[in-house]
């Protein structure tokens, strides 16, 4: 089993840059994919970014390519998601998640959130116009 839990939220003006990070437990964190997704106010949570356990395979939501970059450290069990040129419209509650078990090796990256098992709690992002 993986517990994650998210850092790096804040309030930053529109231009501007963030970088979350999501440190995960266990000794098999390794083995996992994981993404970032996002929920705004009155929204369903979306998709943001998703990264495959061996980093040899990353997503993008559209409305992010570009401007966010997925990465993970295995050495230290945390992957970040490095977010530049924030819009007001990225503002949301940011999770972090991990694959579920029986998914945690697949080499394609995972877009919808019931093929994860396991989430933080959620870092709030704030951009100011």
């Known amino acids: 089993q993986v517990q994650v839990v998210e850092s790096g939220g804040g309030l930053v003006q529109a231009g501007g840059s963030l970088r979350l990070s999501c440190v995960g437990s266990?000794?098999?964190?390794?083995?996992?994919?994981m993404g970032w997704f996002r929920q705004a106010p009155g929204k369903e949570r979306a998709f943001v970014a998703a990264?495959?356990?061996?980093?040899?395979?990353?997503y993008y939501a559209d409305s992010v390519k570009g401007r966010f970059t997925i990465s993970r450290d295995n050495a230290k069990n945390t992957v970040y998601l490095q977010m530049n040129a924030l819009r007001p419209e990225d503002t949301a509650i940011y999770y972090c998640?991990?694959?579920?078990?029986?998914?945690?090796?697949?080499?394609?990256?995972?877009?919808?959130?019931?093929?994860?098992?396991?989430w933080g709690q959620g870092t709030q992002v704030t951009v100011s116009s």
């Open positions: 990264i495959n356990w061996s980093a040899g395979s990353t």
């Open positions: 998640a991990a694959l579920k078990l029986q998914l945690r090796r697949e080499p394609a990256c995972a877009l919808n959130p019931h093929q994860y098992g396991y």
């Open positions: 266990g000794r098999s964190f390794s083995t996992y994919g």
